[in-house]
């Protein structure tokens, strides 16, 4: 915030860096929230933008510039005609190498309207996770960019990016003019970050108890002790996400918390880091063992859908969704089960029927468990192969199809029928495809996978009520 604030800093661009779990994102997004709300700041912000891996719109490096400049139009009034102006007068700038954009459509714009502003204070665009932009070459090319906006065009902002110091975004920052006009803030375990860890695995700790009270009367506080905290910040090493994963797993809903704690702090050390010792743990102590490691691939194969729900996970595992259920309940320290709250919905809306054909959504907290699960040396006989999983899924949904048009038609194609052409798996990349969607929308059940979490039982009836969806 002092970086920001400063008027004249000896440096353009301010690199947060640290491993995952330390907090990057937390601080940026605190950061974007302060300077916003705040009206002495808010002209400080000229735009954000938090990348998400596999997240639809935030994952690759084509909307980048197109949402800054967005957010400069809207953030800065005096902009706005300007960067209207320069897309009319070329559309394709959209279309052009991020250099360009930069140069086009923010730099130029904001250097001839400039005199408007004095005295002028540059604004600073925060770039969350940039490690998470899908291509390596990709994130290279971003800093690249921003480089020559910023030390070659001029170009009158500030950037606070966040992100892993992964080989090529410091190989990146090691070289001219990166190299010596940039301020690096790494993100370490000290004693000022282990003490804030420590209060906030307290205040977790003391929310926990007041939750189970009726299982912790016996157990006197404080609790867990001092000694026991202190180790756990140890564990943590700096890793916010290490002290909130511990949280989630000790306040399960099925087990005691005296007991879950106890299995972390009795945890022999292996040749796991801190954090994948805990994410073994997690899946050891997981009921249904029998179908965990199916249920754990799907949800891997899957997770990159903007929405992953119970029911899709039901058919692409071929386990019914009671028993997948199950089994997400004792993972909730890394896999959120979310339904719709009855409070947020607007009066009078019927909420007994949406709630009959709803589908409760899936979500991994935190993208370094899917890293975990796919890696081998790591996961161990919890790693998930992702090719193979695509296999099955395809296999799985093609069976499917089978079976409803055998039992909706009367079609003899429960043999060993192959739907190549229309299967809604890609085989290469595991993504859904609207590949073959006309065939496949003459029956609704398989609509469920291109719609989001509402069942086919949901899309009978609206067509009931005379709304329909046609093939295209």
Known sequence: MNWIKDPSPNESVLWLNGPFGNGKSAIMQTTAETLRHDPQTSHLLAGSFFFGRGKPGRDKAKYLVPTIAYQIATNIPWMRNPIESALCRDPTILSKSMEAQLRYLITEPFRRTLDQSAPFHTPTVIIDGLDECDGHDSQSLILSAISTAVFKDNMKFRFLIASRPERQISETFRTHPLHQLHLPITLVDDYKTSEELKKHMRSGFDRIYERHSDLMFAVEKPWPSDEELRALARRASGQFLYASTVLGFVDADDAHPVDQLELILTRPSL??????????????????????????????????????????????????????????????????????????????????????????????????????????????????????????????????????????????????????????????????????????????????????????????????????????
């Open 271 to 472: 040749a796991f880091s801190d954090m994948d010792e805990l994410y073994t743990l997690i899946l050891e102590s997981s009921p249904r063992q029998e179908i965990l490691s199916l249920v754990l691939c799907s949800v891997a194969c899957m997770h990159d859908r903007s929405i992953l729900d119970i029911r899709s996970l039901e058919v692409i595992s071929g386990r019914r969704a009671e028993d997948i259920s199950v089994v997400l309940r004792g993972l909730p320290a890394v896999i959120a089960v979310e339904t719709p709250n009855e409070h947020e919905m607007s009066e009078g809306f019927p909420w007994h029927d949406f709630m009959r054909y709803y589908s409760p959504v899936v979500s991994v907290h935190h993208e370094s468990f899917i890293e975990f699960l796919t890696d081998k040396e790591r996961a161990g006989r919890f790693f998930v192969d992702k090719d193979i999983g695509y296999g099955k899924m395809a296999a799985r949904l093609d069976e499917f199809v089978a079976e409803c048009l055998t039992r909706r038609y009367s079609f003899n194609v429960t043999e060993t029928t192959n739907f190549d052409g229309i299967s809604a798996v890609n085989h290469s990349h595991g993504v859904f495809t609207n590949v073959g969607i006309s065939f496949l929308t003459c029956y609704e059940t398989i609509l469920i996978y291109f719609i989001g979490p509402f069942s086919a039982r949901f899309l009978t009836t609206l067509k009931s009520i005379g709304i329909s969806f046609l093939p295209n």
